[in-house]
Nanobody, 121 residues
Framework: QVQLVESGGGLVQPGGSLRLSCAAS????????MGWYRQAPEKQRELVTT???????NYADSVKGRFTISRDNAKNTVYLQMNSLKPEDTAVYYC???????????????WGKGTLVTVSS
């Protein structure tokens, strides 16, 4: 069973930084696109950023210039460096990945369980 395990959330003051990590379990053949989504209280889940296997990135306008996504393909891991955090960045952050569990199998969409980021003084 594929698992995505996030880490790095926590409480940070406005203007501070956090780095999130998400690692896919080893029982996979390949990982295509990876990304981060977030869900604030009483709001719908929204896209934060994505990165392809080739390194092309896409960001929500609200985080451009403050957040940076990166990945380590050898470790099947994606990172989210968050700088200049604002109270409105407070949310549960979810890792997402498109994964093949076997070489010729279908691409499937997987989600992590989420990690809470709270930006508050």
């Amino acid at each position: 069973q594929v698992q995505l395990v996030e880490s790095g959330g926590g409480l940070v003051q406005p203007g501070g930084s956090l780095r999130l990590s998400c690692a896919a379990s080893e029982s996979i053949a390949s990982v295509d696109a990876m990304g981060w989504y977030r869900q604030a209280p009483e709001k719908q889940r929204e896209l934060v950023t994505t990165i392809t296997s080739g390194g092309s990135t896409n960001y929500a306008d609200s985080v451009k210039g403050r957040f940076t996504i990166s990945r380590d393909n050898a470790k099947n891991t994606v990172y989210l460096q968050m700088n200049s955090l604002k109270p409105e960045d407070t949310a549960v952050y979810y890792c997402n990945a498109v994964i093949r569990t076997t070489t010729w199998g279908p691409r499937m969409n997987y989600w992590g369980k989420g990690t809470l980021v709270t930006v508050s003084s």
